[in-house]
Structures are given as C-alpha cells and as structure tokens.
Nanobody, 115 residues
Framework: QVQLVESGGGLVQPGGSLRLSCAAS????????MGWYRQAPSKQRELVAR???????NYADSVQGRFTISRDNAKNTVYLQMNSLKPEDTAVYYC?????????WGQGTQVTVSS
C-alpha cells in the first residue's frame, strides 16, 4: 500500500551531477523522516542523508558538502542533489520513509560514476 518510487539514477562521469527523486504515495508524507541510503556491491547499506519532518538534515561524512537532501511536502517527494560525484559514490540508492515503529523502502535506483 505504501509506495516509494525512486528515479533519476544513471551513468555519470566523475565530477558530474545527478538529481534523484523519490515520490511517495499512500502515506501522510509530511510527518515522515525521509532518508537516502545506498548499497554498493558486497557492501552494507549505509545512510547517505536524512531530512526530518521539520526540515532538519544530516549527512554522511563522505557526502557532506557535495550532496543536498530536500523535500517538497506538497509533491510528496524527497530529492537528493548529488554534485562532484566520485567513483566511490557508485551504488544502488534507496529512499526510505521512517516513522516511529515503521519504515518503508523504495526499490532503488542505480547510480554509476565512471569515466
């Protein structure tokens, strides 16, 4: 019933930019903390960025200053603007909606940073 659909992934050269979107449906979007996570092959899934219902953000040290998370509650959408991309950013990026006692995941979108 809850749906999170990521889009915007693809192939980009090092130093390039990409903007990911996550559209949510069937949730009261504005009360959820929204997060972006990523998982590289043979690696654990890790938090990239998070934004609370009140707009407070936090980032992994590895992306601080390069990535920006934002949300548009009117559109039930969370974004991840990724700049100055590095090969180590290559991963499947997942959107997550979080609320006490429950969490929902999107299916993921592939981001590949390569020359």
């Amino acid at each position: 019933q809850v749906q999170l659909v990521e889009s915007g992934g693809g192939l980009v050269q090092p130093g390039g930019s990409l903007r990911l979107s996550c559209a949510a449906s069937r949730i009261i979007f504005n009360i959820y903390t929204m997060g972006w996570y990523r998982q590289a092959p043979s690696k654990q899934r890790e938090l990239v960025a998070r934004i609370t219902s009140g707009g407070t953000t936090n980032y992994a040290d590895s992306v601080q200053g390069r990535f920006t998370i934002s949300r548009d509650n009117a559109k039930n959408t969370v974004y991840l603007q990724m700049n100055s991309l590095k090969p180590e950013d290559t991963a499947v990026y997942y959107c997550k909606a979080e609320f006490p006692s429950v969490g929902y995941w999107g299916q993921g979108t592939q981001v590949t940073v390569s020359s």
